[in-house]
Every structure is written in C-alpha cells, then in structure tokens.
C-alpha cells in the first residue's frame, strides 16, 4: 500500500480515508475509539470530518465528531501521524454558516478547540455560499494558512462552474488554490461527477476524496429486498435503487467479490481507488467486521478485467 500525494499539496495519505460522519451518531464514543484505533492500527492516516457532524441526530447540535476525534488524539498521542481534514460553511445553527470570512475565522477555531489541535491539515467549503465573494473566501484561507491554523483547503459540492471561477479567482489574485475536491461518487452514483467535475479535477491536479463511496451501504450488498430496509439508519429510501442498475451492479460485486474472496464493500471501493482521478475515498465503519473491508480494498488483487465488469455494470 502506497501513499498518494493530495493535490499539489506536501499531504501524502494512504487511498482510504474514514469517515467521521458516523462519530457521535450511530456510534458513541468507546465505539469510535475502537474504530479509530484498528483504522490508525493498520497504517491508515487519514480522518475527514465536518463541523456540522452529527447535527441531525436527537440531541446533537454539532461538533460532536470533532469532539471525538478530538479525545481521540489527545488519548492516542497519533496527532503528527495524520492527516486530519475538516469542513466549514455547513448550518450550525444560530446563523452560524456560510464562507463569509468573519465567520470561517470563527468557526475554524471552534473547530480547533473540538479537535484539540493547533493546526487542520486540510481544511475544507463544505457547501457552495453565492452570497459571498470567492475572493472574500480564498482571502479568509490565505489568512489562516499565514497563521498557521490551516496547512492546506479543499472544497465540496460545488457546481463545476464555481469550482473553475474559485480556481481562476485564487490564480488571478495569487490566493490559496483549492488542492482537493470532494464529491458524491461511487458504482452507483457516477454521471454528475463525470460529466462535469472530474475534467475540472483530473486538468488541475486537484486530490479526488469522494464520499458516500459505498452509496450509504447500497454497494456492501446488504440490501437487497425491502425487507432490508431497516437494518440500518441508512435503510429508509435504499428502495430507489432496487432496478435494473442497481441489481447488475449488485451482480457484479457478488461475481467479482466471490472470485476475490472479498467483500462486495472492498470491491466497490477498489473500484473506486483505480479510478484516475480518485485519490482515496472516504468511507465509515461502525464495527471491526466492516472496518476490515475497507482495510482489504487498497491491496485487493483486482484484474483489469474486474473492473471493466465492474464499470459497464455500472454504465449510466
């Protein structure tokens, strides 16, 4: 397992990264702990989180995966052994989001303070905000790397409009460039990012960290019938993709992964990993049994020949 170098950036990760989605919400804290310890333990080094998670559960209100990782790092003493990314802008509450730069310069330090660092190696806009200035943005960033709170930025779910002009904008006013990009991006889910971000990415050398890899547990192939549905919290809608493209999908990991004696989660995010323009995608675990599958995906014995199955089942 090799690492991979994120963008221009001096940032060198091995090609998974764990999400911390699940941190705080369909995990507590001893179980992230585990998790944390057997993914750092088997020589991953890189963790994405967000302000924002995990908000949306019962009686969060944001910043609990931060905390959590936070403890974490404290406990593990493993801070200068990773890569650590988080994200800005999402709705915090209170009028609290947005890139304006008063706010980022607030929230970053919240962000500090949860993670008990004094640095984000990667720190990213989480969600597009029209109502500010890519300038005022990227100046906001410039300030934070001088500082030294923030090695290197990254973006999320922008348009392939905004993320060419926040490119051109940081050029054309010698502004820190966005090194990464994450998008929505799997077996499942492939024509937006295709057809409109990835020329943008693969033409600027920007680190591709796609997130709901596994399509929220579609691709591990536990769900199969709605009688599935509600094995997990992800469960609710995974009825949508019960069709034609998604059974051959699901055909296909079972021929590939039955070949490999693999899981169908480690072939999709194999899959994932020889893509080009992928350089490590993000997925959760919320046990030691799936946390395997996503330490086998980087060094399966995967043919060229699986993943062509792999991508014209997957053809949209």
Not at 115 to 142: M, N, R, V
Not at 170 to 197: V, W
Not at 243 to 250: M, P, S, V
Request: hydrophobic share 35%; net charge negative.
């Amino acid at each position: 397992m090799e690492k991979r170098q994120l963008g221009n950036s001096d940032l060198q990760v091995y090609p998974i990264s764990f999400g911390g989605n699940v941190f705080g919400w369909t995990i507590d804290e001893k179980k992230s702990f585990e998790i944390l310890d057997g993914f750092t333990g088997a020589g991953f080094n890189f963790i994405d989180t967000a302000d924002v998670y995990s908000r949306w559960a019962p009686g969060n209100e944001g910043g609990e995966s931060e905390t959590i990782i936070g403890n974490w790092l404290k406990k593990s003493k493993k801070r200068n052994d990773l890569i650590i990314a988080t994200k800005v802008a999402s709705d915090m509450g209170n009028g609290k989001k947005g890139l304006s730069k008063k706010y980022i310069l607030e929230a970053v330090d919240a962000s500090l303070k949860r993670l008990q660092t004094d640095y984000i190696d990667l720190y990213q806009s989480h969600w597009d905000d029209p109502e500010t200035p890519i300038e005022e943005t990227l100046d906001a960033y410039a300030q934070l790397i001088k500082e030294g709170k923030v090695r290197y930025i990254g973006a999320s779910n922008l348009s392939p409009e905004r993320l060419k002009e926040s490119l051109q904008v940081a050029q054309k006013h010698g502004l820190p460039l966005y090194q990464t990009f994450q998008p929505e991006y799997s077996l499942l889910e492939r024509q937006k990012y295709e057809n409109g971000i990835e020329p943008i990415c693969l033409g600027n050398n920007l680190g591709v960290i796609t997130y709901f890899s596994l399509a929220s547990g579609f691709l591990t192939g536990k769900y199969r019938t709605k009688d599935d549905l509600g094995k997990s919290a992800r469960g609710g809608d995974m009825d949508k993709n019960f069709n034609d493209r998604g059974f051959k999908i699901l055909a296909a990991l079972d021929e590939v992964s039955a070949k490999l004696n693999t899981t169908q989660a480690a072939v999709a995010l194999a899959w994932l990993i020889h893509r080009p323009s992928v350089t490590a995608p993000i997925v959760s675990a919320t046990s030691l049994n799936q946390l395997q599958s996503l330490i086998d995906a980087p060094n399966l014995d995967i043919t060229a020949q699986d993943i062509e199955l792999l991508t014209q089942a997957s053809a949209w």
